[in-house]
């Protein structure tokens, strides 16, 4: 066991050397993340849109389902997924399992409903705010969409960052569809865990390093793009 002092130590020089293991770590980290971002956007921003737009039976149920899966256990999704793509799974035959694609299809089931419930709730206030203009220019049901989500537009990216910042920092879910195996489907939270376990503490710090730094990333546009909105709104 390294001690924490040489460790801290090993692991900046490994970010600042970007060693090959963890550039492959952080890279696939940032990929599986930001397929998953895509995902869960092509199918949240449109159903959050229709929600807060139509009024038809059953509505309410469905926003309070889609609201109360934002905290679904990321374990129960791993666990959902892995039996879909397991071999005697509905998707087995597309021997999924253990790959990156697993790992992309689980952290989408996780944040879909996030990016879904913000954006129902952004572009909602929005037309409760805009409906008597909108009814006044004649607008139809799809321009008045078209006006919603560009108006609304700074808010669902923070929506995506969201998903994102959710998607990077999952562990349950991809450990157990991924396998977390070497140069295949090892992330950087599995990663972390594994090397802490093992010992190797300096690997461990430089991804948890760069894992919070991602964080502050994320949370840094979170605040600029609220404040662009804000001055978007007054101006």
């Known amino acids: 066991m390294q001690s924490f002092a040489d460790a801290f130590g090993e692991a900046f020089r490994l970010i600042a050397s970007f060693d090959a293991d963890l550039r492959a770590i ?3 980290s940032l990929q599986v993340s930001l397929s998953a971002v895509i995902v869960a956007a092509i199918i949240g921003l ?10 038809f039976p059953g509505r309410t149920a469905i926003v309070v389902a889609i609201t109360a899966l934002m905290g679904l256990p990321p374990v129960v999704v ?14 087995g035959p597309l021997q999924l399992l253990y790959t990156p694609t697993a790992m992309i299809i689980a952290q989408s089931l996780l944040i879909t409903p996030i990016i879904a419930a913000l954006a129902r ?9 805009y409906h008597q203009q909108m009814t006044l220019f004649g607008l139809t049901s799809g321009q ?8 609304g537009r700074f808010s669902l990216m923070t929506a995506l960052l969201a998903g994102f910042g959710r998607a990077i920092a999952e562990v349950g879910a991809v450990i157990i569809v991924g396998g977390n195996i070497n140069h295949v489907t090892r992330v950087m939270t599995t990663t972390i865990a594994l090397e802490t376990a093992k010992g190797n503490l300096a690997l461990a710090l430089g991804l948890g390093i760069i894992l919070v730094s991602i964080a502050i990333a994320v949370n840094s546009l979170v605040f600029a793009l609220r404040g662009t909105a804000e001055r978007a709104a007054y101006a």
């Not at 449109?46 to 009024?55: D, E, I």
């Not at 709730?121 to 705010?129: G, P």
Request: proline share 2%; charged share 15%.
């Open 121 to 129: 709730q952004t572009i909602e206030d929005l037309n409760d705010e």
């Open 26 to 28: 952080v890279f696939l």
């Open 144 to 151: 008045r969409l078209v006006t919603l989500l560009w108006d």
């Open 46 to 55: 449109p159903l959050g849109a229709f929600l807060a737009v139509s009024r």
């Open 78 to 91: 791993g666990l959902i997924v892995y039996l879909l793509l397991s071999n005697s799974g509905a998707l």
